[in-house]
């Protein structure tokens, strides 16, 4: 079975810029959560959405958005590009939101590398 | 404080050693808790979760201890390809969902 996959997997943008990055989850899982991974430190939580609806959200700034579409893939935007958006992104999925249950064990894409000079 | 703490690393340990990592977590509601192992330029990959009566996985080991919030991993036995970053991860309950939390993580280097 294919794991999560990630696309592009690099991107070189300028500042100002937008960006869109997007994910398709393993089949049958229906949440999908973006990280944002600097050099040197652990991903960073962003996103999580589970059946097209937000269910939770980290402390990044209003210039990243997120959607799930019906089919569960998912899409990062990110608009007006800084040269500290520099990092991997990275799209995990679970197969739901229970906890304790091990349904919510998340399997990681490749991530998506982008450079923002 | 962190919100997930980890040892800051990096160990360096000759093959065979036994090496022990360790991840504190600031958040009394966290629900599940788990152990990634990320290779370098490489996305993280499950290792094992941890659950409170400890679980063991071959060379490997992690306990959870809830009421000093505390997480641990061993690894005995160890092998070169076990050199990578260990990540300590926790899942905090929101409302209708969950937000992961990742420690910094903890590089290893194995040498023969």
């Known amino acids: 079975d294919a794991g999560v996959t990630q696309s592009p997997t690099h991107l070189i943008k300028t500042r100002g810029q937008h960006v869109t990055l997007r994910c398709s989850p393993i089949s049958g899982h229906k949440s999908v959560s973006w990280y944002q991974q600097v050099l040197g430190q652990g991903p960073q939580f962003i996103f999580q959405y589970y059946e097209k609806e937000e269910r939770g959200r980290g402390n990044f700034p209003d210039r990243f958005s997120a959607r799930q579409f019906p089919n569960y893939s998912s899409e990062l935007n990110v608009n007006a590009l800084l040269l500290g958006d520099s990092a991997l992104y990275l799209c995990?999925?679970?197969?739901?939101?229970?906890?304790?249950?091990?349904?919510?064990?998340?399997?990681f894409g490749p991530g998506t590398r982008l450079l923002v000079l | 404080r962190k919100e997930v703490e980890q040892d800051p690393g990096p160990f360096n340990v000759p093959e065979g050693a036994t090496v022990a990592f360790n991840c504190t977590y600031s958040?009394?509601?966290?629900?599940?808790f788990f152990w990634y192992r990320q290779d370098c330029r490489k996305e993280p990959k499950l290792l094992m979760s941890v659950y409170s009566s400890g679980n063991e996985d071959g060379r490997f080991t992690a306990q959870l201890n809830r009421a000093s919030q505390y997480i641990s991993l061993l690894i005995r036995d160890s092998k070169l390809s076990d050199s990578a970053t260990y990540l300590c991860v926790v899942n905090v309950p929101l409302t209708g969902g969950f937000k992961t939390i990742f420690g910094a993580g903890t590089r290893l280097f194995v040498k023969a």
């Open positions: 995990a999925s679970s197969l739901e939101l229970l906890s304790g249950q091990g349904v919510e064990t998340q399997y």
């Open positions: 958040n009394s509601a966290s629900q599940s």
